[in-house]
């Protein structure tokens, strides 16, 4: 067990390190500071969302170019951390910022010299001494800055006791970790607060390390093996929490000139963890087969209605901003209708955005567009309903599709993705998305994405169950660390033997088919006010729909009398039983032939005897 000298314990550092989205505080600092104020009243809680000081150094296009993509992110401060790698490292930074024309000159060389100019400024015109304790949070992208940071700190404050915790670390992750980087003292799994707490209440009263192995949430190398698995240690009740601060933040932002300075996104959070992974437990796997993003939570938790909307009331007031990013995996069932109306009554015009399931109800996604939700990212994710049961999303094709129509409909930006190569999936999967994607076309492009393999996903637990033969490290990581931390430590990002090669063949042709869907969705809709691709306009008794056609004139269809009634009441999805018992007077004969003509002209989808109209009302 190490020697302790009892120190003065009056202020502690929290850090965020790049590279998260330069536009928006930390909410993990936030959070952490405004709890610890409460807990601790004569603590002195200094956060340093330092990438905010790189993003205005190297210019804001650059670092958020460098930001969107894990692996050019880790390349820059691994080669600080690793000099003697740095060529292969380039290299790497190289492949990965083909395609990205921002990137194209950069001189990777130059980009590690400014970088690592303004983060030693940084390190060395600080006192560290003046801390009890340094905290990181360390998120995706995070890993190599954090440590890079905890190097040069350690070497010149040795006595600085170094916390670590973030979405990074899960139990397996950490354990060598802290053999491999013997400057960091303890890894917090699990939220921060109450471990974080009760290590500071330690090393304020006691010099004693012996006890430390007691407190529940925190490891250290000499406990990781008695610790493991770790138990959780977390908030029961998140109305208990206060707003996060984000007053360090704004004072970095205050010192830029009037050129860089701009008005930050205000992330915020209604709940941790996932009701949806809750529910969809089944045959040992719970929640969506490739995620791996509540492995910090044990179980579900969400604040009130009430006390969110005070929440970003006090937020945007405070902070003079009206963008606020709920940073939630996805905004809760049952309350979010509330939520988003009473937020509607503050009157604010706000700019929200959220993560939302896509069994979200139209009444909710209207509650949304009128608190000026104005992006959301749904969990799609697929179009082939045999795919999404593979990814235990719970969720079918035809609710996709509805979805996507809606938000088309309420002017609401859906960013969505389609993961490609997902392991296991075949040429039906394949040919069912080809087809439906062609019902997509007259909504907002998604962007494919290629499955990766995420430590603790269900995939990453059952590999067999999806054809993987061998799961391992990811190699890139290879190239950022030296082969004995390659091979010692266990990555968030993994890799696997498998079909690979075979599903990059079998994408292909989806692939093709959204980027001309996104090209012509751009192509429509260049040089006009933005309007709709497949709309209808309502007189009462016939409706007239217009389909808008690249490089053709829009083809118009007018459906009379009881047409225009059944492809109204099909504005959300419904069974072939559900039409005809609203419709008595139809016989199945008549219907059917009606609808398939709808589906053939792609004005209606169809999946499993149930139907949904694609096109929306022209406001
Ligand atoms: S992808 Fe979203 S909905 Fe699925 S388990 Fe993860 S957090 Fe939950």
Known sequence: MKEKQIRTFKSVVLLSTPWPLFSR?????????????????????????????????????????????????????????????????????????????????????????????????????????????????????????????????????????????????TGVSAKNLLKMFPEIDFVIIGEGELPLSRLISYLKDSSNLEDISHIPGIVTPETFNLEYPVVFSQIEDLNSLLPPDYDDYFDILKTFNEEKTFFPTLPAEISRGCWWQRSAVSDNKSGCAFCNLNLQWKGYRSKNPDQVVAELDHLTSKYRSLSVAFMDNLVPEKTSGEIFDKLSKLEKDFRLFCEIRATTKRRVLESMERAEVQEVQVGIEALSTRLLKKLNKGTTAIQNLEIMKNCEELGIVNTSNLILHFPGSDSDDVKETVQNLEFAVSFRPMRFVHFWLGLGSPVWQNPKDFGIKAVFNHPNYATLFPPEIYRQMVFMIQAYRGDLGYQRKLWQPVKRKVKEWKKAYDEIHSGHVHSLILSYRDGKDFLIIRQKRLSADPLTHRLEGMSREIYLFCRQHRSLKRILQQFPKLTEDRLIPFLKMMVDKKLMFEENRKYLSLAVPIK
């Open 25 to 169: 505080p930390s909410i993990q600092l936030g959070t952490l500071k405004s709890y610890l104020k409460s807990q601790f009243s004569s603590l002195e809680v200094v956060t340093h969302h330092f990438y905010l000081k790189v993003a205005e150094s190297i210019g804001y296009k650059l670092y958020h170019a460098i930001s969107e993509r894990t692996w050019l992110a880790e390349t820059v401060y691994a080669a600080l951390l690793y000099p003697e790698r740095s060529a292969s490292i380039e290299k790497l930074f190289i492949k990965e910022a083909k395609g990205k024309p921002r990137l194209r000159e950069v001189d990777f060389k130059d980009l590690t010299k400014r970088v690592a100019k303004v983060t030693d400024e940084f390190i060395n015109n600080m006192n560290w001494s003046v801390f009890g304790l340094a905290g990181f949070s360390i998120c995706l992208c995070q890993l190599t800055s954090a440590l890079y940071f905890i190097r040069r700190i350690k070497r010149k404050f040795p006595d600085l006791p170094i916390v670590i915790g973030g979405s990074m670390f």
